[in-house]
């Protein structure tokens, strides 16, 4: 048998200053890359999100609105409004 081996991580960019998140990151790129390990990161980072992940998938009070490429979530109007705009699916704080 083989298994998959994913690993979840919650807001690691977090109260983590950028050297450190740039060394965490390029570990995470090693593992996947050597090891390959596939991660799901939760983060609202798009900026950093978009050096690591392939397919983003945007939720917005427990709903999905949205998924595809970091490029493709940051111009869905669904995401511009619940982030940004307010609206139906506003983000609660």
Same mark, same amino acid.
Do not use: P
């Given at each position: 048998?083989?298994? /998959?081996?994913? =690993?979840? !991580?919650?807001?690691?960019?977090? *109260?983590?200053?950028?050297? +450190?998140?740039?060394?965490? /990151?390029?570990? =995470?790129? !090693?593992?996947?890359?050597?090891? *390959?390990?596939?991660?799901? +990161?939760?983060?609202?980072?798009?900026?950093?999100?978009?050096?690591?992940?392939?397919?983003?998938?945007?939720?917005?009070?427990?709903?999905?609105?949205?998924?595809?490429?970091?490029?493709?979530?940051?111009?869905?109007?669904?995401?511009?409004?619940?982030?940004?705009?307010?609206?139906?699916?506003?983000?609660?704080?």
């Amino acid at each position: 048998l083989r298994y /998959s081996r994913h =690993i979840l !991580l919650d807001e690691i960019g977090a *109260g983590i200053n950028r050297t +450190l998140l740039a060394k965490i /990151s390029d570990k =995470i790129k !090693l593992l996947n890359n050597e090891r *390959g390990l596939t991660f799901c +990161l939760i983060e609202h980072d798009l900026d950093y999100v978009s050096k690591l992940c392939d397919d983003v998938v945007v939720m917005a009070q427990g709903a999905v609105l949205t998924r595809g490429s970091v490029d493709t979530v940051r111009q869905d109007e669904r995401v511009i409004e619940a982030y940004f705009g307010g609206g139906k699916y506003e983000a609660r704080v």
